[in-house]
C-alpha cells in the first residue's frame, strides 16, 4: 500500500500562499498521486492530481518531488473559503484503485 | 447537469431496523462508492461497484450491504441498524479506466440510530 502521512492541521494567514505537504515514500511508479478537500459537512471535493510532472489548475499547483517520495499542494492566495480539511491520496493499485482516505491536514485560513 | 444525489439526507431510525440509503448519479459512471465519516475522523470505505452485478467490500463492510441492478443506482442496506453505525455516508462516484479520475461526491446522508 501506498499510504500516506500529512501534518493534522496548520494555519495560513489569508492572502498569502498555502503549502499542504504530503509524504507517500513507499509510492509506486505508476500510481497517482490525488488531492482532495472537504469543506465543513460537505461532500469532498477533487482538487488536483499527478503523477511525475508538477501540475496547476485553476484551484491550485501540485509539486511532486523528483522522488515521488512526498509531494505539496500549493493554494497560491489564500481565501477564508479555502478552510478545510485537504486529503492527500494514493490509490491502491492492487486493489482496484481504491481511495482511501486518511485524516488529512485541518487548514485554517485566517484573516 | 449530470448529478450524484442521495436520499434521505437525514434519518433517524431505531436499533435493528433496517435501513436503505440511496445513491443515484446521472454520469453514467461505472464506478460507485459508499464511505462512512464518524465526527472528527477521515472517509472510511465500507462497500465499491465497478460495474453492473459487481461489488465489493471496502474496509469497514460488516453489517451493510449493497447491490448494483443498474449504472445509475448504488443502495446501501443497513440490515439490522446498530447505534455503531450513528455516521455520515457518502455517495460518489468516477468514470472508471485506467487512470483513476476524479471521485464526485454526494451532499451526504446523515443517519442516526437510537
Known amino acids: 500500500d501506498a499510504k500516506t502521512t500529512q501534518p493534522p492541521s496548520m494555519d495560513c494567514a489569508e492572502g498569502r500562499a498555502a503549502n499542504l505537504p504530503c509524504n507517500h515514500s513507499?509510492?509506486?511508479?505508476?500510481?497517482?498521486v490525488y488531492w482532495y478537500r472537504q469543506i465543513h459537512s460537505q461532500g469532498p471535493q477533487y482538487i488536483i492530481h499527478?503523477?511525475?510532472n508538477n501540475e496547476t489548475n485553476e484551484m491550485a499547483s501540485l509539486i511532486i518531488t523528483e522522488d515521488r517520495k512526498s509531494s505539496t499542494l500549493i493554494l497560491p492566495h489564500a481565501t477564508l473559503r479555502d478552510t478545510a480539511v485537504y486529503y492527500c491520496?494514493?490509490?491502491?493499485?492492487?486493489?482496484?484503485?481504491?481511495?482511501?482516505f486518511g485524516g488529512g491536514t485541518r487548514l485554517m485560513v485566517k484573516p | 447537469d449530470a448529478e450524484i444525489t442521495q436520499s434521505p439526507r437525514h434519518k433517524i431510525t431505531e436499533t435493528g431496523r433496517q435501513v436503505t440509503l440511496a445513491c443515484h448519479q446521472t454520469?453514467?459512471?461505472?464506478?460507485m462508492f459508499w464511505y462512512r465519516q464518524d465526527l472528527g475522523h477521515g472517509l472510511r470505505l465500507i462497500h465499491y461497484?465497478?460495474?453492473?452485478?459487481?461489488?465489493n467490500k471496502g474496509e469497514v463492510s460488516d453489517g451493510y450491504s449493497v447491490s448494483r441492478s443498474n449504472t445509475e443506482d448504488l443502495p446501501l442496506t443497513l440490515e439490522s441498524a446498530a447505534s455503531s453505525q450513528t455516521s455520515v455516508y457518502f455517495c460518489?462516484?468516477?468514470?472508471?479506466?485506467?487512470?483513476?479520475?476524479?471521485?464526485?461526491f454526494g451532499e451526504g446522508s446523515r443517519l442516526t440510530v437510537l
Open positions: 460518489a462516484s468516477r468514470p472508471g479506466g485506467g487512470d483513476t479520475g476524479e471521485l464526485f
Open positions: 454520469w453514467n459512471h461505472n464506478n
Open positions: 461497484s465497478y460495474g453492473v452485478h459487481d461489488t
Open positions: 499527478g503523477l511525475k
Open positions: 513507499t509510492i509506486s511508479g505508476n500510481e497517482y
Open positions: 491520496i494514493v490509490p491502491i493499485n492492487n486493489a482496484g484503485n481504491m481511495l482511501t
